[in-house]
């Protein structure tokens, strides 16, 4: 089945690339979302390639790209801003493929034919190949008609492509909740019984993975279908305590739709004010337990933030430029409730205030009675000028290790505080 494409549609880089490749002798195709999305008559936000021609072969013909990855090699090719990703086209998984004990492929760097590309592709709506000389489509898989049905089906048997790479899983997640698609039922069975295979893949890639899911203008969609398909607890397993309770999940729900609406807006988003949220009743949770064991308010928020953050590690693994400013934004929830004086223009002046502000209002709308509180800040900055920039910078070596992790004197109390039943009510 063929169809054309509009090639104007198609970047100046990726038409560059194939075209030199082309030239060279080696075939050289689109491939992937990019042309699903114009099918859609979406703007696809970056181009890929697909080609015959090795990573050295596309290196010796573009000495700038860089080749990177250990687990399929791919080659970046700039155009100014725009990077060009190209892969070549991958085969049967040979002698030399490396997999982990439960089937995941670890190291794949295996060359073949464009017919065997096509299906060691995830899904058939991302198994299309379009010439940008010509806007000519290729599809060996019924692509276009899955599209045209809005089904997200795998190629082959869904239980192995799964296998293969877990991370499979989220991607079928996120085209849901992008595309609006319906996950096969073949494929919904799969991720029934193989959801567990995530805990397999390294967490600096699932931080990865979580970011693509959140930050690309679906967050809410996508969390719905986090929790539909039961992986949500699966990626943040310190809320499985947490995810009936109807406050958490609307403090969540919140959080990432105000994110999408910034997105709509072509407005900055931040994935600490994310983090925050997924993570503040686990974190509140046991700072409150801290203080019922006398722990002074200060020291059990600095411990609590740390503790949390350091069950949530071992399976998404948050970078410090993640977890400090939402550890921030948390201490800042108690010191707003300084409302007099000196100490009021000291929170506001806070490089995290607004960040910090916007939280409590979210925390507000969720049902936590902090909404007087809210109305204040609303209120003050109205009448208030902030401090000057710089004065924001020049904050305190004491202010700015608030985001630091502190040593528990007693780490034995850490797991039966995490086992314990979580409180019906929060408040910071």
């Not at 072969?57 to 060009?84: D, M, T, W, Y």
């Amino acid at each position: 089945m063929t169809r054309s494409i509009d090639t104007s549609l198609i970047s100046n880089g990726a038409v560059n690339v194939v075209a030199t490749l082309v030239e060279a002798g080696f075939e050289a195709y689109v491939v992937g979302g990019c042309v699903r999305d114009l099918l859609l008559n979406k703007t696809p936000k970056d181009f890929d390639v697909a080609t015959s021609a090795t990573p050295e072969e596309v290196k010796a013909l573009f000495p700038k790209s860089r080749i990177v990855g250990r687990r399929f090699q791919i080659n970046h090719v700039r155009f100014g801003r725009e990077i060009v990703e190209v892969a070549t086209f991958r085969g049967p998984s040979g002698d030399d493929t490396e997999y982990s004990e439960e089937g995941v492929i670890l190291n794949d760097n295996t060359y073949g034919t464009l017919a065997e590309d096509v299906v060691r592709r995830d899904f058939t709506i991302n198994a299309l190949y379009c010439n940008p000389l010509t806007g000519e489509v290729l599809d060996e898989v019924d692509g276009q008609k899955d599209i045209g049905t809005g089904s997200i089906r795998s190629i082959g048997d869904p239980s192995s492509r799964f296998r293969e790479d877990p991370v499979r899983i989220l991607r079928a997640i996120r085209f849901k909740s992008k595309l609006g698609f319906d996950i096969d039922p073949n494929a919904k069975q799969a991720i029934a019984e193989l959801r567990p295979l995530l805990g397999d893949i390294p967490p600096a890639r699932l931080f990865e993975e979580v970011l693509k899911l959140f930050m690309s203008g679906h967050a809410v969609a996508t969390f719905d279908a986090l929790i539909e398909y039961d992986l949500i607890v699966q990626l943040f397993p310190v809320l499985e305590e947490f995810v009936d309770r109807e406050g958490a999940i609307q403090l969540i729900r919140l959080a990432l739709n105000s994110t999408d609406q910034r997105i709509a807006q072509d407005k900055s988003v931040t994935p600490a004010f994310i983090f925050a949220a997924i993570l503040w009743y686990p974190y509140i949770f046991l700072r409150q337990q801290m203080e019922s064991e006398g722990i002074p308010r200060t020291e059990a928020s600095q411990d609590a933030a740390a503790m949390t953050i350091a069950d949530q590690q071992p399976f998404i693994s948050i970078p410090k430029r993640v977890s400090i400013p939402a550890r921030e934004t948390w201490h800042l929830q108690s010191r707003l409730s300084n409302t007099k004086g000196k100490r009021a223009s000291a929170v506001f002046g806070h490089r995290r205030f607004r960040a910090a502000y916007d939280f409590l209002v979210l925390r507000a709308e969720a049902g936590e009675d902090v909404q007087e509180l809210a109305d204040f800040w609303t209120e003050y900055q109205t009448t208030h000028e902030p401090p000057p920039q710089d004065e924001r910078r020049g904050q305190s070596d004491k202010e700015k290790q608030d985001g630091e992790p502190r040593r528990r004197r007693n780490r034995r109390k850490r797991r039966s505080r995490r086992n314990k039943r979580a409180s019906e009510t929060v408040h910071a």
